[in-house]
């Protein structure tokens, strides 16, 4: 079982501001960082993947980072929206074509 | 667009009944998952499985049992439901690339059924 951690378990933010979260995950056996949105009665959906260190992948206000060698990768969010607001998780797969590990999630609230 | 359902959004069952979840995908994925999400816990695996009439133990699967008899198709099986199989239940699937590199590509995830055992 791979460990996966997230902080903080939550954040409330004012529209406009800027945010980030983190993942933390096992250096060694990595090979793929997903993270995903999980708004409330929706299903959650992948927002990234990446898999070499140093990788930033963007998606208009949202955007991510990846360091394979200390284990962590921050998403970052810009001029964040009430649409923003959604539990943020993480997912490492330590050996390829294995299952998921998930961290507990980063709930984002943002307030108007 | 990929597209999994799953048979409830809510169901309400009492202790001891047999309880069947259904996830159906539509993208000819390989690879279903069931999950479990639990306040404070994040998701955890309770049974996947790679191809027809296979199946593989997750990390929690006490309790439960799966059958993939169609590759469009994975179900839950609870086979005496109990109050601590309340839980919310997301099923997930995925294609796997058996090239060279073996890699599972991302997993797509139904809506989640609210379970409660009263």
Known sequence: ILNVEQ?????HVQEGDSTNFTCSFPSSNFYALHWY??????SPEALFVMTLNGDEKKKGRISATLNTKEGYSYLYIKGSQPEDSATYLCASDGVPGNQFYFGTGTSLTVIP | DVK???????????????????????????????????????????????DVKMKEKGDI????????????????????????QTSMYLCASSHLDTGATFYQETQYFGPGTRLLVL
């Open chain 1, 7 to 11: 902080s903080p378990q939550s954040l």
């Open chain 1, 37 to 42: 949105r999980w708004e409330t009665a929706k």
């Open chain 2, 4 to 50: 999994v359902t799953q048979s409830s959004r809510y169901l309400v069952k009492r202790t001891g009944e047999k309880v069947f979840l259904e996830c159906v995908q539509d993208m000819d994925h390989e690879n279903m998952f069931w999950y479990r999400q639990d306040p404070g816990l994040g998701l955890r695996l309770i049974y996947f499985s790679y």
């Open chain 2, 61 to 84: 699967p006490e309790g439960y049992s799966v059958s993939r008899e169609k590759k469009e198709r994975f179900s839950l099986i609870l086979e005496s439901a109990s109050t601590n």
